[in-house]
């Protein structure tokens, strides 16, 4: 690649890549083709694409040439040969994982990767006779320790929920190729505007498009970007497993990646000044975001990302009680799980994702009852700085 992760790209791919020339009747956006099969005009003609001679869609299950252009445009926007698309994120990861390992497969995955990658492998697969090994998040010592003759894959995600470490992609990504291991980085939380891990050797990206490609928070996606012999490994299992995109489904997301760029932008610049705020606050006890030199994972996230992403994850002073009262207090986000969307979203880790622990359980995971998880959509910083201000003093907080 000629050009270093760091410095800025044209996002102009993000308006108009992987479209042909014209669409059907001349329309400017994307035609829905909402069809389950496609007709072929005359035996000659079945004959002929069953010899290979014509490359067409056949049916539904195999392909749509709305998702298909959806697809050219994420690849493009990966920096990637190729990328399929699926019906969530989770039907795009767990295919990906399947694509690639077997019975007797030893998979590596750090302990912050998100909940249900971890328990698809750590209890679904093992089922199946695969073995795996959680490694401490970001820790590339304790990943090349963790490498066994055996390990046909690497997981990731980066930046990680909730405290949105960043892993040495470049490292890593070497580490696998010495040993023959496949990696796979699930890049949900930080976008191919911020970060593009094909450039930087690692052999598959995932997301959650339900997040920020979309970015409406009205639709669930995801997707798997790499080279494209692998991306047609994972393309398989979507013929099989049957885990495909709904054309309406695709053009929302294509719809929500033209503005992609805009969105982030906005969000990576609104979310550091929110970050900065809050961490000078006095109800604040601690707050995690890559873009701030307090963060540990910093350094890494100045030299591979270009923007560090629009959620930022905090710890107020107090009780599970008074963090509740805090965000009750908030005018502007709305209580819910997910991020990336338009509209900034909040959440109290410990009712959310973990509310059947303990206190004490939750603690021993690293998850304090005082943790709050803010996404940021593209409202006016400075009334979402104002609302988060006015929550804290209004949560009676202590200082
Ligand atoms: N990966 C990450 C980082 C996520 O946050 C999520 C959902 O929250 C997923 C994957 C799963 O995506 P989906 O909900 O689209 O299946």
């Not at 560090?308 to 986000?333: C, H, M, N, Q």
Request: proline letters at 5%.
């Amino acid at each position: 690649m000629s050009e270093s992760p760091n410095e800025r790209r044209s996002l102009t791919p993000a308006v108009h890549s992987g479209e042909p020339a014209r669409f059907a009747h001349d329309s400017l956006t994307l035609p829905i083709i909402q069809t389950a099969t496609y007709t072929f005009a005359n035996t000659a003609e079945l004959v002929a694409y069953m010899q290979g001679q014509r490359e067409r869609e056949e049916y539904g299950r195999y392909g749509n040439p709305t998702v298909r252009v959806l697809e050219e445009r994420i690849a493009a926007l990966e920096l990637a040969e190729d990328a399929v698309v699926f019906s969530s994120g989770m039907a795009a990861i767990t295919s990906a994982i399947l694509a690639l390992v077997g019975q007797g497969a030893h998979v590596v995955l750090f302990n912050d990767c998100y909940r249900r990658t971890r328990q698809f492998v750590t209890s679904f697969l093992a089922r199946y006779g695969v073995r795996h090994t959680l490694v401490p998040s970001a820790d590339l010592t304790a990943l090349e320790a963790a490498i066994e003759p055996d390990t046909k894959l690497v997981i990731s995600e980066a930046p990680t929920n909730p405290y949105l470490a960043v892993v040495d992609l470049p490292r890593l990504a070497e580490i696998c190729k010495e040993r023959r291991v496949k990696s796979l980085i699930d890049s949900t939380f930080a976008t191919p505007v911020n970060l593009t891990p094909v450039e930087l050797g690692i052999d598959l990206v995932v997301h959650s498009a339900t997040k920020y490609l979309s970015g409406h928070n009205d639709v669930l996606a995801g997707a798997v970007a790499g080279k494209a012999g692998l991306v047609s490994l994972v393309r398989d299992v979507r013929h099989m497993m049957g885990a495909v995109c709904d054309p309406h489904a695709a053009y929302l997301v294509h719809r929500g990646i033209k503005t992609l760029a805009l969105r982030v932008a906005h969000q990576n610049a609104s979310t550091q000044a929110i970050a900065e705020v809050l961490e000078k606050h006095p109800k604040v006890a601690r707050v995690w975001y890559p873009g701030l030199a307090s963060h540990p994972s910093h350094e890494t996230a100045r030299s591979i990302m270009r923007g560090f992403g629009g959620v930022v994850t905090f710890e107020v002073k107090g009780d599970l009680a008074s963090t509740g009262r805090f965000i009750d207090a908030l005018k502007i986000p709305r209580i819910a799980p997910s991020l990336g969307g338009v509209e900034s979203l909040v959440e109290q880790p410990a009712l959310m994702s973990y509310f059947e622990l303990s206190t004490e359980a939750r603690e021993k995971i690293g998850i304090r009852d005082t943790l709050v998880r803010y996404a940021v959509g593209i409202e006016d910083p400075r009334d979402l700085i104002d609302d988060l201000l006015r929550g804290l003093t209004l949560a009676g907080i202590p200082d």
